[in-house]
């Protein structure tokens, strides 16, 4: 994974990409990574016509429906703006993997190349482009344990900016857990595919978790907290989860957990 280099000063305008989970299922996620983006100044651009990166298509072995899917999306950001990604997993498809799809492309190689790189995933954005800081506010202290996707993991290398986001708030204490670089199972079609074997590593993951006595999960990646959220609740485990964004915005405004919106 090659070194980033990241821009002197923070932009004024940037994309967010919203990604088709957190648009289906979880909305507010999308909401929070807006305020969260806006608070530090920036003004955030929303294109329409947004649905998804194409990562399932492409994980499922259907490369041309990727690039179906891939051509669709390129053309929303024209702007020279960064586009910002509140999911590790589908950053790190439009960053490494669609420039790989239009290797060959003469049409969009270079489009593609491009856009890759002013794709950031939200909390490497947040972190190392606009140096956000969350200053003290009145609520009750909380211990959590996180989640990285594979993607974010190991294609982005963003887990180190969400433990650096987490670490400095006051009041939160991230505890580590055995199982935190597994995959929790989800993986895209791997969970339609492979159901028992997906089911045995998600109740890994959730056991994990919960033997640290922490009660939440927060991760930066909607697909994997939907599984692991849905999970604890069927197995009846004492276990919430929130989005990064989501949790970052209730600490930086001093709100109760489950509350939403603007304080």
């Keep these: 994974m090659q070194a980033r280099h990241y821009p002197a000063s923070p932009p004024s305008d940037i994309y967010l990409f919203?990604?088709?989970v957190i648009d289906l299922f979880m909305p507010q996620?999308?909401?929070?990574?807006?305020?969260?983006?806006?608070?530090?100044?920036?003004?955030?651009?929303?294109?329409r016509g947004q649905s998804c990166c194409g990562q399932p298509a492409y994980s499922s072995g259907n490369p041309e429906q990727s690039r179906d899917v891939a051509?669709?999306?390129?053309?929303?950001?024209?702007?020279?703006?960064?586009?910002?990604?509140?999911?590790?997993?589908?950053?790190?498809?439009?960053r490494h993997h669609?420039?790989?799809?239009?290797?060959?492309?003469a049409a969009w190689a270079a489009p593609a190349r491009e856009l890759a790189g002013r794709v950031y995933e939200l909390s490497e954005f947040l972190l190392n482009v606009l140096h956000a800081h969350y200053p003290p506010q009145p609520q009750?202290?909380?211990?959590?344990?996180?989640?990285t996707s594979c993607g974010a993991r190991r294609e982005m290398g963003t887990r180190v900016h969400g433990v650096a986001l987490i670490d400095e708030l006051p009041g939160v204490r991230r505890l580590e857990h055995a199982r935190e670089s597994e995959c929790c199972g989800f993986g895209g079609t791997f969970c339609l595919k492979h159901?028992?074997?997906?089911?045995?590593?998600v109740s890994d993951k959730i056991a994990s978790a919960c033997a640290t006595g922490a009660r939440r999960v927060v991760s930066a990646d909607c697909a994997c907290l939907l599984n692991i959220g849905h999970a604890a609740k069927a197995q009846g485990a004492p276990l919430e989860v929130e989005h990064m964004a989501s949790f970052l915005w209730r600490r930086a405004n001093g709100l109760a957990a489950g509350g939403e919106g603007q304080p």
């Design 140 to 147: 009750a202290d909380e211990d959590i344990v996180l989640h």
């Design 18 to 20: 919203g990604t088709c």
């Design 195 to 201: 159901p028992d074997i997906s089911g045995a590593m």
């Design 29 to 47: 996620a999308g909401l929070d990574a807006v305020r969260l983006l806006e608070r530090e100044g920036v003004t955030v651009h929303y294109p």
């Design 71 to 94: 051509r669709s999306q390129m053309a929303l950001f024209p702007e020279a703006w960064p586009v910002i990604v509140p999911s590790g997993s589908c950053a790190g498809m439009m």
């Design 98 to 105: 669609w420039p790989e799809l239009f290797k060959d492309d």
